[in-house]
């Protein structure tokens, strides 16, 4: 059986961000919030407070493969409003328009107005999505300019989250693994339902992220099987999954079904170079590369992890 705890530790460091483009990305997020402050006094459309969302400050956030981008949640909280009542707020479309104009001219490419956020692109391949709220007795409301104003607190998922990771940060890791995957693999799914996936059917082992990961991808397969859906933990409790057609659906569960059966051949094969193999089918090239074909029995041997868990037997 081969150990990859190693493989994939070194496969977590790959996927973070460069700090040229943290830097960058930050960089961004100030000159975003400089000039929104600046519109909206200028305006007479009273303060705003940021609070930057998502897997950024979740940290769980990868580096993208080439020519994909990544993206950023800088929350905006229009401050002017949270003493008034919600028939006194300007509309969805009227906050949507405020921070489109604050942004207008930039960067090269113009700002979209999307339905939940406005979004500034950049060309070294990211965008910053701002999400605009008011609080209002202890929630937050999102301008939603389909539906209107609803309770949606990004902070409150994060909450979530962080409460659900060990210690050890386990959790997280699983997320970034599984987010490279559905990027190499061009699996239909947004960042979001990969954190719910696996904060919902998280099950870790201590000092084994391959075991972890073969655990809770199971549990994912079981999961969709019983009921295709992945429902935000928090309110407004929509299911991201309701857009699917079933072909949709059956195609996503596949996906993790072939995922499922990499890792267990990867976890039963006699060496680390075969099971490096598989998974670089699975995670792309960044996944490192093995030229060790040494027996797992003298990897065991030197290891200070427990035994190896299997995910029938429970221990083995």
């Known amino acids: 059986m081969a150990l990859m705890h190693d493989s994939f530790i070194e496969f977590k460091d790959k996927l973070k961000l460069s700090?040229?483009?943290?830097?960058?990305?930050?960089?961004?997020?100030?000159?975003n919030r400089d000039a929104i402050r600046n519109w909206m006094s200028d305006h007479d459309k009273g303060s705003v407070k940021f609070y930057m969302q998502g897997s950024f400050p979740m940290k769980t956030t990868i580096a993208p493969p080439d020519d994909e981008e990544y993206d950023i949640d800088d929350g905006i909280y229009l401050c002017e409003y949270e003493d008034t009542e919600e028939?006194?707020?300007?509309?969805?479309?009227?906050?949507?328009?405020?921070?489109?104009?604050?942004?207008?001219?930039?960067?090269?490419?113009?700002?979209?107005?999307?339905?939940a956020c406005v979004r500034v692109s950049y060309v070294h391949g990211y965008h910053v999505d701002m999400p605009i709220y008011i609080m209002k007795d202890g929630h937050a409301y999102l301008a939603r300019k389909s539906t209107g104003w609803e309770i949606n607190d990004a902070k409150e998922f994060k909450d979530w989250i962080n409460e659900k990771n060990p210690e050890d940060g386990q959790l997280k890791r699983i997320i970034k693994y599984l987010k490279r995957w559905k990027d190499y693999k061009a699996v239909d799914l947004k960042g979001i339902a990969i954190t719910?996936?696996?904060?919902?059917?998280?099950e870790g082992a201590p000092n084994r992220d391959d075991d972890a990961l073969r655990y809770t991808v199971d549990n994912?397969?079981?999961?969709?099987?019983?009921?295709?859906?992945?429902?935000?933990p928090l309110a407004p409790y929509d299911n991201l999954f309701e857009r699917y057609s079933q072909p949709q659906a059956e195609d996503i569960i596949s996906s993790f079904e072939d995922l499922l059966s990499s890792l267990d051949k990867a976890h039963s094969v006699d060496n680390l170079q075969e099971a490096s193999t598989i998974l670089r089918k699975e995670f792309g090239e960044?996944?490192?590369?093995?030229?060790?074909?040494?027996?797992?029995?003298?990897?065991?041997?030197?290891?200070?992890?427990?035994?190896?868990l299997n995910r029938d037997e429970r221990f083995g």
């Open 286 to 308: 960044a996944f490192p590369e093995s030229s060790d074909v040494s027996s797992t029995k003298a990897s065991i041997a030197s290891t200070s992890a427990p035994g190896i």
């Open 196 to 202: 719910i996936l696996v904060a919902e059917n998280f």
């Open 87 to 115: 028939d006194d707020w300007p509309t969805c479309s009227t906050v949507h328009g405020w921070i489109k104009d604050a942004t207008e001219g930039r960067t090269k490419k113009d700002p979209i107005d999307k339905d």
């Open 220 to 232: 994912i397969c079981d999961s969709l099987r019983n009921s295709f859906e992945c429902k935000k």
């Open 19 to 31: 700090p040229s483009q943290e830097n960058e990305v930050r960089t961004s997020r100030d000159a």
